[in-house]
């Protein structure tokens, strides 16, 4: 049986809506069920927060993981992934309110994602302190805590309710696979029928 992180929430139900037309077969399960195995026991899916995916992966727990692109940039860790996913497309941003120029100095960024933005910064050559905040980062330049925000865009509907808008991206994202390398040397004939079948499920999907 392959053991899968998987990450909790947004990517949650389109990540079992695609395992069931890859021919995966789930019993009812009750909401706070944190392992969900399919009928068959080909899978067990360890439901998991999208930034402790890469952990689970990492060390050797789960044999595979599946997050968003975001998710593994901020582990840091140097992980395997083999398969793009056909959902979960959103932008990593900076975001501030509209017509927001930089001064010179330090720049105070808001942000759940401390490597992704310090790593932006930087690398443009600014000097940047890094807020970190758990959630609602949308509210950070509305109240003054900080001018500006990296943070994870898909409809766009809450920078646009709060009067903010995209100032530049930072990468594109997308739900991925990812493998633990000696998992995959270990269980590699039941690892690659998993993939086979994810592979099977995105070409069923594609536009002919
Ligand atoms: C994410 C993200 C944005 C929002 C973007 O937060 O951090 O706040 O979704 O989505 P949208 O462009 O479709 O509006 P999430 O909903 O996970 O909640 P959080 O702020 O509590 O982390």
């Not at 392959?2 to 395992?19: H, I, N």
């Not at 720049?107 to 600014?126: C, D, L, M, N, W």
């Not at 758990?134 to 330049?141: F, K, M, Q, R, T």
């Not at 925000?149 to 594109?172: A, F, H």
Request: charged fraction near 25%; aromatic fraction near 8%.
């Amino acid at each position: 049986m392959v053991k899968v992180a998987l990450a909790k929430g947004r990517l949650e139900d389109e990540t079992f809506a695609f395992f069931k037309k890859c021919g995966f077969r789930f019993k009812e399960r009750g909401d706070r069920s944190l392992i969900v195995e399919d009928i068959g026991q080909r899978i067990q899916i360890f439901i998991v927060k999208p930034l402790d995916v890469p952990t689970y992966v990492f060390n050797g727990v789960a044999d595979a993981g599946i997050c968003g692109t975001d998710s593994i940039v901020e582990s840091q860790f140097k992980l395997v992934q083999p398969m793009k996913l056909p959902f979960g497309k959103a932008r990593m941003v900076v975001a501030g309110l509209e017509g927001f120029k930089p001064k010179n100095g330090t720049i105070h960024v808001a942000t759940k994602f401390p490597v992704s933005a310090k790593t932006y910064f930087e690398s443009k050559g600014f000097d940047v302190k890094i807020i970190k905040l758990h959630g609602s980062v949308e509210l950070a330049p509305i109240v003054g805590l900080a001018p500006l925000i990296v943070d994870i865009v898909q409809t766009g509907r809450t920078l646009k309710e709060n009067g903010l808008s995209i100032l530049e991206e930072v990468y594109p994202i997308s739900a991925v696979v990812t493998l633990n390398d000696v998992a995959y040397r270990i269980k590699r004939t039941e690892i690659l029928s998993f993939l086979e079948r994810l592979k099977r499920g995105i070409e069923d999907e594609s536009p002919r």
